[in-house]
């Protein structure tokens, strides 16, 4: 057995181990499955209810999608803005570091204030929250291209767009996707948290009216639906990554944060 | 101190070839660079003057820090000159008048694009081939590359990434890459540096007859004294930190030049000549 076949068949034992340990636990010590029911019955809920389910799930996909491409569109250009000019980049860098140490969640109240309950403030909320790592990294890519790869460039009598699409981005993608990753997983929690607050659609709206109805088996199936989905989402994105950027991680030029 | 009396001059060619562009390639005239300011100010350039016809090949030695990658990236209007002008073709610097191909110190290579890319880069930037580098990236531009590679001898190695060579593969490929779009103006600085002294004599036939070829103008930054007088038509040294040029000679042995010249009696007294030229300012 190679180590990373080792690897994988511990790291699924564990997962499989927990789910037992849970299921026998609750047996053992008689937990009522009004606290916590067992991981069984949280399987046969999920089966029984997926036909009620499935819409909610598309739509919590739905908002943190949109929501997580509009990020995407605004984050790439603001961070192209401020990476390819070293004065924007070190003016407008505090003000971004502020702004995305705001708890985003603060925001969810705004917006539905603003917009009423629904899916606006479910998209706008995971919009905001995943912008930021965007930008920064984006732009911490462009500031910290090395000047001898644009020389290259220069010496051709390359024009600062040309520099752009053939060095700088090229060049900021590993920092892209890397933000990527982070950025999706934020934009299903904003997502998922306005759906709790505001919306009578989606998994996180599920979940707050199985509790308020002491469905606490479905409450579980929800988390789990979430987890899964947020594993999901995580592993498209790290994917795409090592497909896109492998030069980044397989060379020893360009060191990647 | 004549370099070129010692060698018998069979047909010498003219130096400076008569060319029929009235203004020369290049000109530095007392440029100067300063990096920067008040206390710290360093000097890396005093007032240079330096000329350049079309069609010459000049070789550039002197000691480490004097200045010489300096003078390139003047050239190349990577730096604009503290004091003085540089005129390449007759006109500043930025108007980019001549099509030039530059050689890097060391080779930088784009790391997410493959040897075959990144040699390519030229053309997808330089008019007049970038407006059909769509059609030909896969045809005529991809032979034109791949021919080039193979005369250096990295045939296999157009699909491999830059992290996947040898330093002295890169400096090879940084080679390829500074000529591939035919420049009018070459700046090589140490290009054979990190090359066996075989591949090295090698690759100095393939320069001189790409050099013969096109007779592009050549301005090669070299430590190699040999190497210098096998392919230049003109050496100029500089002096230590901060640096001038302290001695500007032609050598009058006709191109094209046989490899084993360089251990004939002749050749070795030019270079012994330079090389105690070198060791006196290097000692001031
Ligand atoms: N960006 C810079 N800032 C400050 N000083 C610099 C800078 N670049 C070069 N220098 C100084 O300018 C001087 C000339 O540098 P240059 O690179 O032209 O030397 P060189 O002749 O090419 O040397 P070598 O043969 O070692 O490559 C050096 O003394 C160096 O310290
Ligand atoms: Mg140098």
Redesign the pocket.
Same mark, same amino acid.
Do not use: N, Y
């Given at each position: 057995m190679t180590d990373t076949q080792r690897i994988r068949f511990l790291s699924t034992s564990l997962i499989v181990g927990f789910f037992l340990a849970w299921e026998v636990l609750c047996i053992l010590l008689n937990v009522s499955d009004l606290v916590l029911p067992r991981p069984s019955e949280i399987l046969v809920t999920m089966w029984t209810r997926f036909p009620v389910l499935w819409p909610h799930i598309l739509q919590t996909l739905y908002s943190t999608l949109v929501g997580f491409s509009l990020g995407v569109v605004i984050g790439v250009t603001l961070g192209v803005l401020v990476g390819t000019s070293k004065i924007a980049y070190a003016v407008a860098y505090p003000l971004l570091v502020g702004f995305s140490s705001i708890p985003k969640v603060a925001v969810v109240p705004i917006f539905v204030l603003w917009f009423g309950s629904g899916t606006t403030p479910a998209v706008l909320t995971a919009m905001v929250i995943c912008v930021f790592p965007i930008v920064v990294n984006i732009a911490t890519g462009l500031a910290t291209t090395e000047p001898e790869l644009e020389d290259v460039l220069k010496t051709l009598g390359a024009s600062k767009t040309e520099i752009l699409w053939n060095v700088g981005l090229p060049r900021a993608m590993p920092y892209f996707f890397a933000s990527l990753k982070v950025a999706i997983t934020l934009s299903f929690v904003g997502a998922v948290l306005s759906e709790t607050v505001a919306s009578n659609m989606g998994i996180g709206n599920v979940m707050m009216t199985a509790s308020s109805n002491f469905q606490v088996s479905l409450v579980f199936a929800g988390l789990i639906i979430l987890a899964l989905m947020g594993v999901a989402l995580y592993a498209v994105f790290s994917l795409l990554e090592r497909r896109v950027t492998g030069w980044a991680t397989r060379g020893n030029d360009i060191a990647v944060t | 101190m004549n370099m070129s009396s010692n060698i018998p001059a069979r047909d010498a060619q003219p130096v400076q070839t008569a060319s029929v562009h009235s203004r020369p390639a290049l000109e530095l005239q007392n440029a100067s660079?300063v990096?920067?300011s008040g206390a710290n100010a360093?000097t890396?350039?005093t007032p240079t003057n330096l000329k350049m016809e079309r069609g010459d090949f000049l070789a550039l030695v002197?000691? &480490?820090?004097? @200045?010489? &990658?300096?003078?390139l990236?003047l050239v190349s209007n990577l730096l604009q000159p503290s004091e003085g002008l540089v005129l390449v073709g007759g006109k500043e610097a930025r108007a980019k008048e001549l099509r030039i191909g530059m050689a890097f110190?060391n080779p930088t290579m784009l790391p997410w694009l493959t040897i075959e890319q990144n040699v390519m880069m030229p053309l997808k930037i330089v008019s007049p081939f970038k407006e059909t580098y769509r059609q030909d990236k896969t045809g005529a531009f991809r032979d034109r590359v791949h021919a080039l590679l193979a005369q250096v001898g990295l045939k296999d190695f157009a699909q491999h990434y830059p992290w996947q060579l040898s330093g002295g593969m890169l400096q090879r490929s940084n080679l390829c890459r500074a000529l591939v779009h035919e420049p009018d103006l070459l700046l090589l600085?140490?290009p054979f540096g990190a090359l066996d002294q075989f591949t090295r004599e090698e690759l100095w036939q393939i320069m001189q007859d790409l050099y013969l070829d096109r007779k592009p103008t050549v301005l090669l930054?070299t430590?190699d004294l040999r190497e210098a007088g096998y392919l230049a038509n003109r050496i100029c040294v500089?002096s230590a930190?901060? @640096?001038r040029i302290i001695s500007d000679e032609p050598v009058n042995i006709p191109q094209p030049r046989d490899i084993g010249m360089i251990y004939s009696p002749a050749f070795v007294e030019m270079t012994q000549n330079l090389r105690e030229l070198i060791a006196q300012v290097r000692s001031t």
């Open positions: - | 660079v990096f920067g360093v890396a350039l002197g000691p &480490s820090g004097c @200045g010489k &990658s300096t003078i990236k110190q600085d140490e930054v430590h500089m930190r901060p @640096g």
